[in-house]
């Protein structure tokens, strides 16, 4: 049983279904979208109504102009950078039963393991011989996984160096925990705390989460990133998997979510995450509800019009060409070169295996080669950590960020880690275009102190070796 008297003091079961199904059971109205559409462009969030007439509008003309306002948001907020990371999978000992989940507890064909130590600091070193340096770790929920537990694998990753190579930020992705819970894994140097609601429609939560496991607890796993807020972890993800109910729904209750979290901690998550149901172990699901890819589009640009500053993440579970059509909407990070079986890293050949994955991913390219296209595509990709590690974080990340100032650190310090990764561990091919785009962005800065300041960073990186500088 969870107890109750260890909720956030925010906790409240804010999805108000009627009102939502209201929302999107109103006609279409050009008027009301193009007012939405003007608000976003002023870089301001929108609420649940205007964030609804977008959603119930797919015209095509009006999709055109989602679609352009999205791009616009996007270039003005975060440039043509692109973060990068990867998932490491530690543990997939699970209490839980959910019906699309491989690792569910019933699932005898999911070959179980938790990494003991050596093999995650294994895992971590074949991530950093690729150039890695932020990653998020995965575990399952199930007492071994506490918080002591986690808050140890993430002071072992932090302690791997493999050559030039390091990790320098670790996020989460785990069960919801109680504040002190919290609070032990803040105290390891963790980044983002990670939950996903999965489905925020009531009945088909329960559906898919029998009555009998922790994660059959609604409004627990609700209140989870704003405990984490409470007890100090300022930076949370949230995301629903799109495929077990009705996406514009989902959309909607997740923009609710975000503003529950700024209304009640003055800042909305630091990012907010969109997979879509793929194959699994074991996994049969009704298919009413899978999002057809025109309709993933326009999932992202509608969550970039409703939140500007939040970060969007789009991963693996997608096709190569839809993540390149995609990125484009509004996404700001992504993972490359991931495996998600357990050792994946350092023990898989080519071929996925089912039995040890949570899930089938759709893009599976070397980090090398996904790095290769966003620079010939005219993205900067970007490991940088500095925000995190200098505590612009939280509400200071977003006093940073709304007036456009995020510009001045975060430009220098993609461009930092670019050639950090350009020299250590690129191709000839990918070396070739990111030094193309270096010299690309640097004509295109401003002459001043910052860009020369950057230049002599660049420098340092090239000639002396310096690695890890950032402002």
């Not at 003007?38 to 649940?48: H, Q, S, T, V, W």
């Not at 932090?158 to 002190?180: Q, T």
Request: overall charge negative; some cysteine.
């Amino acid at each position: 049983m969870i107890d109750k008297r260890k909720l956030s003091e925010s906790a409240l079961d804010f999805v108000d279904e009627e009102r939502l199904h209201a929302l999107l059971a109103r006609p279409a109205d050009p008027g009301r979208v193009r007012e939405a559409v003007a608000k976003a462009m002023r870089k301001e969030a929108l609420d649940l109504e205007e964030t609804a007439s977008l959603l119930v509008a797919d015209a095509p003309e009006m999709d055109d102009e989602v679609f352009d306002a999205a791009r616009r948001i996007k270039r003005d907020v975060y440039g043509n950078r692109i973060v990068l990371f990867a998932p490491l999978y530690v543990g997939n000992q699970c209490t839980n039963d959910c019906r699309y989940c491989a690792f569910r507890r019933s699932n005898e064909a999911a070959v179980r393991r938790t990494l003991a130590p050596d093999e995650l600091r294994e895992q971590v070193e074949a991530l950093e011989n690729k150039g890695h340096k932020r990653i998020i770790l995965v575990f399952g929920e199930h007492p071994r996984y506490s918080a002591e537990f986690i808050s140890d694998c993430v002071r072992e990753v932090y302690s791997v160096r493999a050559g030039s190579g390091e990790i320098r930020r670790v996020n989460i992705n785990a069960a919801p925990l109680d504040h002190e819970g919290y609070g032990t894994i803040k105290a390891a140097g963790i980044g983002t705390y990670q939950i996903f609601q999965e489905t925020y429609h009531h009945a088909t939560y329960g559906l898919v989460h029998p009555g009998n496991t922790p994660k059959a607890d609604y409004l627990w796993r609700l209140d989870g990133v704003a405990r984490a807020m409470e007890a100090g972890c300022d930076d949370v993800g949230i995301g629903a998997l799109f495929g077990l109910y009705d996406w514009r729904f989902e959309v909607l209750a997740l923009v609710a979510h975000a503003r529950h979290l700024a209304r009640h901690y003055g800042v909305g998550p630091h990012t907010i995450s969109f997979p879509r149901l793929q194959p699994a172990s074991g996994v049969r699901l009704p298919e009413r509800w899978l999002v057809a890819d025109y309709d993933f589009k326009r999932l992202v640009a509608i969550l970039r019009l409703a939140v500007p500053y939040t970060g969007l993440i789009l991963t693996a579970r997608e096709g190569p060409e839809l993540r390149r059509e995609v990125l484009a909407l509004g996404v700001s990070q992504i993972d490359a070169g991931s495996r998600i079986e357990l050792g994946g890293y350092t023990e898989a050949g080519d071929a996925q295996v089912l039995d040890r994955e949570q899930f089938q991913l759709a893009d599976v390219r070397p980090l090398d080669t996904v790095m290769r296209e966003l620079l010939v595509d005219g993205y900067v990709p970007s490991f940088c950590t500095a925000c995190y590690r200098l505590g612009r974080t939280g509400e200071q990340f977003m006093e940073f960020a709304i007036p456009g100032f995020i510009e001045r650190f975060c430009t220098p310090n993609a461009l930092s880690t670019l050639l950090e990764y350009l020299i250590d561990y690129a191709g000839p091919a990918t070396r070739a275009a990111g030094e193309a785009a270096i010299e690309r962005e640097l004509l295109q800065l401003p002459e001043g102190k910052r860009k020369q300041a950057l230049l002599e960073k660049l420098t340092r990186i090239r000639e002396r070796g310096d690695r890890d500088l950032f402002v």
